[in-house]
């Protein structure tokens, strides 16, 4: 018997509920959106004519194939090399103009449903909606967002059901990113990454991915993985679909230690026992960002995390998790936090050690720790965040950057003393480990800075430290 999971029989009810207001479901990567999707199409009146759009071929014949086995329905393939209307029609959103002009569709369309909803705002879509006319229409997707500041998804006006990265941890059906920055002494990216691919090989950490900027770059990479004696094969539109995946299922099975990818985690790809990825290529939108970290992150049997190596940072300037910005708005309450991995707290060792030549100091601190201080501060942050503690927002990427102003520096110095003098349950590490942020908050960024101060607000207004933030203290 299949069975609903709680989020899917919650957000049901909640998309009829605002049926007439161009509603808008956002759930996490790999939360089961399809199935939701199936689960639509089922309870709508099977006199209705509805078309749903997607982004691939790949997920045109995913989505139709799920259409069949949850809810029994044979819908039609749209897309080049397949051209079936039916009352349920799934097309390639590419493909949506041809499908409007070649009057195979049995008559008018009463709903449409955009799968993957951000990919929309383009005039393609756009203009091909002039003649498909829907008379109703609900989006899904896990980053209802665009790119560029502040522009906002222009078909879709309310946000009827949000199934946030922290309910999904929750819930099991996602597990909690464990961000790794890197800490050796290379100078080029492609050796900092290698040793980083090379602790998760030494680890036996799984299999994992690197993504690269174009083919040229992916192939060479992949030279250089194999001379270090990683087994790696470069992935990408020029290998052909057949031996994309056979190179898929010889990192499943342990044949590969890693695939170097070029635009591989987009929208469709479900590979939920991957285990580790390195971000090597430094992704400027924050779709893609939430889209490709979040593929990892997909719940599996005995997986409890996800390791993302992030030689760039990525994870102070961007977010998993956003506001919908719809052509309306709506918000939907948050969740309640969640146990998350134990946060790896490694630089409390280096400032306890007694040298007898201290290092450089600044304010007491020695400069030496300056980097992994901020790398603890975007971590904990980030715990926070996926707790459901400090709302999480995608962040510029500039003003991060910049030194802290001296009004920032007094705050976390003031808040500092009142959160760290009246939380008696904080842990004696987070407490250290606090101390010596705040006193190196002048020789920080403004970004970490603005993290520590987050965070110091956060436990402030709940007058104690969450028991579900919990650390390891690597010696």
Known sequence: MKVLR?????????IF??????????????????????????????????????PSVRLVDDLADVLLDWAGIEAGRWYTHAKEARRVTVCCNNSLQSLVDSGELPGPVEIWIADEAHK???????????GLNPYRRVGFSATPWRAEEGARLTEFETLAYDYTAARAIQDGVVVAPRVQH?????????????????????????PGLANAGNIEDAEEFVKILS????????????????LE???????KNGELHCLVHVDMLAEGVNLP???????????????????????????????????????????????????AVLNAGGDIEGEDPVRLPALQLDFLCMQIKKDPEPPETYRGVPVALLDPVASYL??????????????????????????????????????GKRVIARTDDMPNEHQTALKVSIAASPGLKKGPVSDLIGILMAVDKRRIWPDYITVEVAL
């Open 182 to 206: 890197y800490k050796g002494t290379a100078t080029d990216l492609n050796t900092a990454c290698a040793e980083a691919i090379e602790y998760a090989v030494a680890q036996q950490l799984g």
């Open 6 to 14: 709680g989020w899917q029989a919650e957000a049901l009810p909640a």
């Open 378 to 415: 975007v971590k904990l942050n980030l715990q926070f965040q996926f707790a459901g503690i400090i709302d999480p927002e995608i962040k510029s990427k500039h003003w991060r950057s910049e030194p802290p102003s001296e009004k920032q520096i007094a705050l976390a110095e003031k808040m």
């Open 245 to 251: 995946d056979a190179r898929i299922e010889a990192l």
């Open 120 to 130: 929309t705002e383009c005039a393609q879509i756009k203009d091909a909606l002039k």
């Open 227 to 242: 001379k270090r004696g990683i087994r790696a094969k470069a992935i990408h539109s020029g290998i052909g679909r057949d």
């Open 17 to 54: 509920k605002h049926i007439d207001e161009r509603p808008l479901v956002r759930a996490v990567m790999g939360a089961g959106k399809s199935v939701l999707i199936a689960e639509l199409v089922k309870h709508a009146p099977d006199t209705l004519n509805v078309v749903i759009t997607t």
């Open 273 to 323: 026992w991957l285990r580790w990825l390195c971000c090597r290529r430094p992704v400027g939108s924050k779709v893609r960002f939430a889209q490709e970290v979040g593929r990892v992150l997909r719940a599996y049997p005995g997986k409890d995390h996800a390791v993302v190596f992030d030689p760039h940072n990525l994870f102070s300037v961007f977010a998993l998790d956003d506001k």
